[in-house]
């Protein structure tokens, strides 16, 4: 029977970073995914990587950790892979309506934004400049999957993770549909069905979350962040419109009204969007939390992790997650203090 030091529960952002980390700490890593490698949260994702004004204060030390990151993340996994994940740093126009207590720096003028932005159209609410880059998250999950190929991580697709096989308090391998798998070191990476893995009960739920994406349309060089909607564009010229947040639990299905809203709501930021076409629309469930917190740490089973329940910026986390993750399985302990994120809060 083949032997691992660790297996990874998912193959999405999350699981395909973490399994990286691990292997360049010489360990050797399974990667089990139910359907296909990033085809789920990961692959719905627009990529900003918003790390500034609108992160919880819980969240702020890590997120501003990972997007300082990301352009050596996004370097080695485009150099390994050969997949471009199309790192952007042009920054994010944020029009919040409301004016925020916190605000990141002067509002910038009409004329301001008329220059650094021509289609927008004209704003009666406040706009300012964020320092947020982004990413194409299904190039990346792409790059990531290749580059673990490269690196001989095993990735068993098709595989669904039941249960945590333990011996004496402590986890000994995974039981998937159809068979057994063996490491010491078990990480739940199964984004919001991360909760369906026994026998730890974990407080994952699926939020719902429409997107689209649009082609032959005005050229956009930023991220542009209202209220009412997002609008990210791609090197490649696409431009990909999100988002909605719905509690409806595991429905992925597309409803062409809210698909037609958020199209509606971005063509008033930005009105020559009229004349571009949809390119494809979808939806994705983000992995949700009680307390809007990611769940990263040891469980109450020795050599149990999970690193799950990023809900709105995994893509964002998934950096300084691998890192951290791999520091506590790997030594035993993190540099950054993720007592707040431990799985243990809830129990
Ligand atoms: C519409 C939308 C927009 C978003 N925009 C952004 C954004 O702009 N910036 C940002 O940072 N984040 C964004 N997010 C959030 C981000 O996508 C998620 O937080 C992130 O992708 C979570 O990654 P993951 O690897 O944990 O989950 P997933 O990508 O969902 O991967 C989990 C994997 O586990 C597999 N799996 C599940 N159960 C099992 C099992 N029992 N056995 C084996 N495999 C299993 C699944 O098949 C899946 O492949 C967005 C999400 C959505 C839906």
């Known amino acids: 029977m083949k032997n691992w030091d660790a297996i990874i529960i998912g193959s999405g952002i999350i699981g395909l970073s973490l399994a990286r980390e691990l292997h360049k700490s010489s360990l050797k890593v399974l990667v089990l995914e139910r359907g296909q490698p990033g085809r789920e949260a990961s692959h719905a994702a627009a990529g900003m990587l918003a790390d500034g004004a609108e992160i919880p ?49 002067a509002a910038l003028t009409q004329s301001q934004l008329a220059e650094i932005e021509p289609a927008l159209s004209m704003q009666r609410h406040a706009a300012y400049l964020l320092k947020e880059r982004s990413v194409d998250p299904r190039a990346l999950t792409e790059a990531l999957w290749k580059a673990a ?53 974990i407080p994952v739920r699926p939020v719902k979350g429409h997107m689209l994406s649009v082609i032959d349309g005005p050229k956009l060089k930023h991220v542009i962040r209202s209220s009412e909607v997002y609008l990210v564009p791609r090197s490649d010229g696409r431009i990909v419109i ?22 509606r709501s971005a063509i008033e930021l930005v009105p020559e969007l009229k004349k571009a076409r949809i390119h494809e629309s979808w939806a994705g469930l983000r992995p949700g939390t009680p307390d809007d917190l990611p769940i990263l740490g040891k469980t109450e089973i020795n050599g149990y992790f999970v690193a799950s329940g990023h809900f709105r910026d995994g893509i964002l986390l998934a950096p ?22 431990s799985p243990q809060r809830y129990s």
């Open 57 to 105: 204060p819980a969240l702020r030390e890590l997120a501003t950790l990972s997007a300082r990151l990301y352009p050596e993340f996004a370097f080695e996994v485009h150099d390994e892979s050969g997949i471009n994940p199309d790192l952007r740093d042009f920054g994010t126009i944020w029009i919040p309506g409301e004016q925020p207590l916190d605000v990141p720096s």
């Open 149 to 201: 190929k490269h690196r001989e991580i095993d990735i068993s697709t098709g595989v669904e993770a039941r249960t945590i096989l333990t011996e004496n308090g402590a986890a000994t391998g995974v039981q998937a549909n159809k068979t057994e798998y063996h490491a010491k070191v078990i990480v739940n990476c199964a984004g919001a069905w991360a909760g369906e893995i026994l026998p730890c009960p």
């Open 242 to 263: 999100g988002s909605t947040l719905e509690e409806v639990g595991f429905d992925k299905r597309v409803d062409a009204e809210i698909i037609q809203r958020l199209y």
């Open 320 to 341: 300084v997650t691998a890192q951290i993750m791999s520091q506590l399985i790997t030594d035993g302990k993190t540099d950054l203090d993720i007592a707040a994120f």
